[in-house]
């Protein structure tokens, strides 16, 4: 394990950054050690290096992937595959999505393929050797997951005589990133992509820097202005407190820190972490956002605004339990296959100014960014790569008349909307979004409690797809 | 400098499949030595692996680019930038293709960028340290080509703040398919491609194996049906000489080598070579095809078929002084980037069967192929990664609603054309071809001599890439 992951207020703050885009881990997901049987584990013998020919790029890894047979038609009638491009999780937290219903409903062949450096699909045959260093760390990019992806893909569809069976390509967040730029540089090995909550615009200069905490702080407004004032005031409270003597120890005890606060800062970094995530996972039924602003509102006439903010960080994702708000409070050991991406390719210029957000004034700051990162791993990033890469400026037009079969779908309420493509491009590259919607929400797995416009997402969705396959079909024939 | 490049019939029979894509090398053009001074020739600090983050991926080198300014419109009025993808050559060499006419017409900046490991863009400092082992020519792949266009492109488009002018990619042979590659990788950078003479389904098993031969064989035929018939009936007049006493000296005679035959062997891969080049660089007005076969069926009455061919051989491009036919043919200098190439990515899968060509049997072995690259350079070719890294199956299906702005040229009478794509994917990936054309012929420098039909060829592409254009400021209007 990489030792040099420090647990500075900075640092954690950066860290909320680096980790800010994962969803779905307080899901009761099945885990690796409950994988139903009709889910098949697989492994690929995975070049570690796509686009390099030195002798070290022929080393090679076991990359897993998963299938699930249940619902397929088969290659004898050329029934589709669906893929899930795992992202910066282990992927079998991932295996009950929404995605089953695609493969129900089209008699689909479901299968997950891991992202390279995370679950247990480790170059160098295990985390502690992959995370040694920036030498090991170094075959961590998107270009060489999207290559992963197309070997899978490829080895899979021959192993089982699939060569005319049409694949599709699933992903969330940065997979949903993934899932898009996958159709752009492989059209030849998925027929289209749904992309959900995929920010592929919040790179270099294409979207407003604060364009994040605006809708975190829009989505608290929405939910209650006084909710919404009493966070905007409580950073100078916050700040006023820890002036005075004995300050810190006083800030430990009304928000229940595990141990005493070092410093202001790291108190402010946790709580607006709290306000992040909920806002990000705001998910119906239990709408987190809610839950903050009611704890905040509804705590006993006469509490002060750090008694509220305090009861609204309990009601929050992170629990009721005493808060650890020293830096440790997320995992390191899950979060740092991410921070390697956005330490080199997955830079997010996140930063805002004074009275843009219910926030402190936080400017994004690439030479701070960039001196952590050197801390960290000794890499610089390359904050100009993706979109040198991917693409991104005007993608209207430079997409208009290329590039086919992508939905791009967001929740208006998910901060990471700001970047994510809201508009159509073309007849068949469309944007869908809904304004009630969340992170990732389309992909979650449909409930019987889920509201009507979730429904008719995902019913628009499915509509798109069966075009896809219904215009194949009829190349095919 | 590699030192183990063997010079054995067996390799070098393999180096003209290596080496076998160049053109353009009989020219007078201009070289390094004099240019004209309205070339300014630049460097850009590139990177050296774009795709690994590793702190060796973080070393560059410098990559020479070249602008000419003389008919530019300039930023202001949007003018379009045309740039030539280097390929396995010396870039300076292609100055004066007629890309220059483009940019004459089209009031065009001309940019030329020269691909890593060629002329003097040599990762290292210096050919020799590049070229040193493996490890030092791991980095010499397409994509990494790929992306350093990407980088120079949008470097000088920031530098001259031509952000808005439209960049147009025009490549030949290689660089043809670097040319086809880069519109579909790249669409952000360019609005289109013109790729000449692109075998880019030369790959896997997309083209019968025997088509480049086929061709040569095809074109030698049209030419003389006599000519054909003696040079199909030379071969076994070879093996039946050498067979006898002193029958190798007397081969050496007949062919005025420079040096006596080793085996009969190297005599037959060095005359293949001759009509092999003789057919792909078929141009007007000297068409070394009619060339050598007029020196076949011209040769004294009562001259046997081996003076035929040998008279035949000195009217070849190789020329009538001593035949260097004991597998120094090829410059190894020249020839050893691009061999690297062919033994990893550039797997062409050359070979033909009994009668099927005007030469003996020789069915492509893969295994053959592979134990000279590990012999030469110590790794193995990946002869399915072309087709999964860039398509190529069934790529009228797979690019017919996707990619847009694309011109495949191709002379009917290159024996690469069997690998080109030879009818339209869609109404914007077009396939443009002439049936006395040869490799490249669009791009090489206009002249007075030019026939009509290349002409017709030259307008169309116009015609094409003005529509382009036009397309493009409607959008930017």
């Known amino acids: 394990m990489l030792t040099t992951i420090c647990a500075s207020a900075a640092h954690l703050r950066t860290t909320m950054r680096f980790g800010g885009m994962r969803w779905y881990e307080e899901s009761s997901m099945a885990s690796v050690n409950a994988i139903s049987p009709e889910f098949e584990v697989h492994n690929y013998t995975q070049s570690l290096d796509h686009f390099n020919f030195k002798p070290e790029s022929y080393a090679t890894f076991q990359q897993r992937y998963i299938l699930n047979y249940k619902y397929w038609g088969g290659a004898n009638t050329s029934s589709p595959i669906f893929v899930y491009l795992g992202a910066e999780i282990d992927v079998t937290q991932n295996l009950d999505l929404s995605i089953v219903d695609l493969a129900a409903r089209f008699k689909g062949l479901l299968l997950y393929v891991e992202h390279r450096y995370y679950g247990v699909s480790m170059p160098f045959g295990s985390e502690d050797e992959a995370f040694q260093n920036s030498s090991t760390f170094g075959y961590l990019s998107s270009e060489q997951a999207l290559a992963d992806y197309a070997q899978v893909i490829v080895d899979v569809k021959k192993d089982l005589s699939a060569e005319n069976c049409p694949a599709i390509a699933v992903g969330g967040s940065y997979g949903g990133m993934l899932a898009s730029w996958f159709r752009l540089k492989y059209p030849h090995i998925v027929i289209g992509s749904l992309a959900s909550s995929a920010p592929i615009l919040y790179f270099d200069d294409i979207t407003p820097q604060n364009g994040y905490h605006v809708i975190v702080s829009k989505d608290f407004r ?256």
Chains 1, 2 share one sequence.
């Open 222 to 477: 929405e939910t209650s202005e006084s909710c919404y004032n009493t966070i905007q005031q409580s950073w100078a409270e916050i700040d006023r407190v820890a002036s005075e003597t004995n300050g810190l120890l006083n800030l430990s005890n009304i928000f229940t820190t595990c141990s005493p606060l070092n410093s202001s800062k790291d108190l402010k970094v946790y709580t607006e972490i709290a306000y992040m995530w909920a806002a990000q996972l705001d998910n119906p039924p239990s709408y987190p956002v809610n839950k903050i602003c009611s704890a905040i509102d509804g705590a006993p006439s006469g509490t002060d605004i750090l008694g509220r903010v305090a009861a609204g960080v309990n009601a929050s994702v992170f629990g009721n339990s005493c808060h650890s708000a020293s830096g440790s409070g997320l995992s390191r050991k899950s979060a740092s296959a991410w921070e390697w991406q956005t330490c080199t390719e997955m830079v997010f210029p996140m930063g805002y100014g004074e009275n843009e957000t219910m926030f402190q004034s936080d400017p994004f700051d690439i030479n701070n960014y960039t001196k952590e990162c050197v801390d960290v791993f000794g890499i610089k990033p390359r904050p100009h790569w993706i979109t040198t890469e991917f693409g991104g400026h005007d993608i209207k037009t430079v997409l208009g008349n290329f590039a086919s079969n992508i939905i791009f779908s967001n929740g208006l309420r998910d901060p990471w909307s700001a970047g994510g493509v809201l508009e159509d491009i073309s007849d068949s590259v469309v944007a869908l979004y809904t304004e009630q919607g969340s992170h990732c929400l389309d992909l979650y797995p449909p409930t019987s409690s889920d509201p009507d416009w979730l429904l008719a997402l995902r019913d628009k969705e499915n509509k798109i797809i069966a075009y896809w396959l219904a215009e194949y079909y009829t190349k095919l024939n």
